[in-house]
Each structure stands twice: as structure tokens, then as C-alpha cells.
């Protein structure tokens, strides 16, 4: 079991940055590959970007392609999501996600959840 909690989220304005981290306990992240969604109300759950268990291959989503980066550090059992540039269509609770599978785009495909961090990014 992999017990997943966000931190770092909150009100920005447009063109400002946050960074969001993801700690894990109960389970090394290392056996793990690892996502980021975002949910607003009346919506799915969407993909936003994923890194493999290495850190090596990394996804994204076409609307954060160039603004946002994942990455983890292993040794503190962390994710994080470094976003940069962000617009008012950004504003979401966003969910990191853990999975046994490899750098999956797809709710379903992932295991274990946070419980989600609002971002809000005003005009």
C-alpha cells in the first residue's frame, strides 16, 4: 500500500509559477511509475504529464507541454510538478497518482491516489 499526500498547491496569478510536491509513504515510490491529473467540477479526472520508474521517459499532455515538468527524487520518496507559466485554464485540484504499470495516461490504469491539491490561477 502507497499512501500518497500533495502539497504546494494555492492561488497564483496568471504567468506565475508553483510547485507541486508529492510524498509517499508506506511503499519506496521506486517501484513505481508515477502521474499528475487535474479535475474541475462537472469534469473527468484528465491527464496532465507522467514519468517513468527511472525518471528517464517523461509525458505530457499537449495543454502543459513546455510549461510544466515532472520529476521525482527517489531517495526522499517525492514527486514533484514544477509549473511555470500558468494560465487560468490551469486552475483544477490536481492528483498525483502512483502505478505499477509504466508511464500510463489513463485514470483506470493508475493504483494508488492522493487526496488532491486545489490550484488557482487568477486573471
Known amino acids: 500500500q502507497v499512501h500518497l499526500v500533495e502539497s504546494g498547491g494555492g492561488l497564483v496569478q496568471a504567468g506565475g509559477s508553483l510547485r507541486l510536491s508529492c510524498a509517499a509513504s508506506?511503499?519506496?515510490?521506486?517501484?513505481?511509475?508515477l502521474g499528475w491529473f487535474r479535475q474541475t467540477p462537472g469534469k473527468e479526472r484528465e491527464f496532465v504529464c507522467a514519468?517513468?520508474?527511472?525518471?528517464?521517459?517523461?509525458k505530457y499532455a499537449d495543454s502543459v507541454k513546455g510549461r510544466f515538468t515532472i520529476s521525482r527524487d527517489d531517495a526522499k520518496n517525492t514527486m514533484y510538478l514544477q509549473m511555470n507559466s500558468l494560465k487560468p485554464d490551469d486552475t483544477a485540484v490536481y492528483y498525483c497518482?502512483?502505478?505499477?504499470?509504466?508511464?500510463?495516461?489513463?485514470?483506470?490504469?493508475?493504483?494508488?491516489w492522493g487526496q488532491g491539491i486545489q490550484v488557482t490561477v487568477s486573471s
Open positions: 497518482a502512483a502505478t505499477r504499470g509504466i508511464y500510463e495516461t489513463t485514470v483506470s490504469r493508475y493504483d494508488y
Open positions: 508506506g511503499r519506496t515510490l521506486s517501484s513505481y511509475a
Open positions: 514519468i517513468s520508474r527511472s525518471g528517464g521517459v517523461t
